[in-house]
């Protein structure tokens, strides 16, 4: 499967569960920790657990598991490492827990190239 393909699917299972603010930022030629960042934000922490469940179900009914995941416990903010892709689900800021904020890691990678996921969408 490819890079592509992944991001495609981990885009549409995010929005499929109604993620809010997602963004797919190309680090490939900043960093060796992996190619691209899917960030998102969920409504809540049930919420964010919904995401990450959603991501996780959809891409491993493709073949692909996750090398990691962090942060379910807590989930103001889970990473789930898919190699060569690290998905990021934040807390949003109405839950007044506002993680992405925090982090703002839009900002720390912003060298990074913004990819256009507008056809990915549902």
């Known amino acids: 499967m490819t890079e592509q393909e992944k991001i495609t699917a981990i885009v549409k299972a995010l929005d499929s569960k109604k993620a809010e603010d997602i963004r797919v930022i190309k680090i490939t030629d900043?960093?060796?920790?992996?190619?691209?960042?899917v960030i998102a934000g969920g409504t809540s922490t049930t919420h964010t657990k919904a995401l990450s469940d959603e991501t996780e179900f959809k891409l491993g009914?493709?073949?692909v598991k996750p090398d990691h995941i962090e942060g379910v416990d807590?989930?103001?903010?889970?990473?789930?490492?898919?190699g060569d892709i690290i998905?990021?689900?934040f807390c949003s800021p109405?839950?007044?827990v506002d993680t992405r904020a925090q982090y703002?890691?839009?900002k720390?990678?912003?060298d990074g190239e913004v990819?256009?996921?507008s056809g990915m969408l549902c």
């Open 30 to 37: 900043l960093t060796i920790i992996a190619d691209y960042f």
């Open 61 to 63: 009914e493709l073949g």
């Open 74 to 82: 807590g989930a103001s903010w889970i990473a789930m490492d898919f």
């Open 87 to 89: 998905v990021h689900v």
């Open 94 to 96: 109405s839950t007044g």
């Open 104 to 106: 703002s890691l839009e």
């Open 108 to 110: 720390l990678w912003s």
């Open 115 to 117: 990819i256009d996921i």
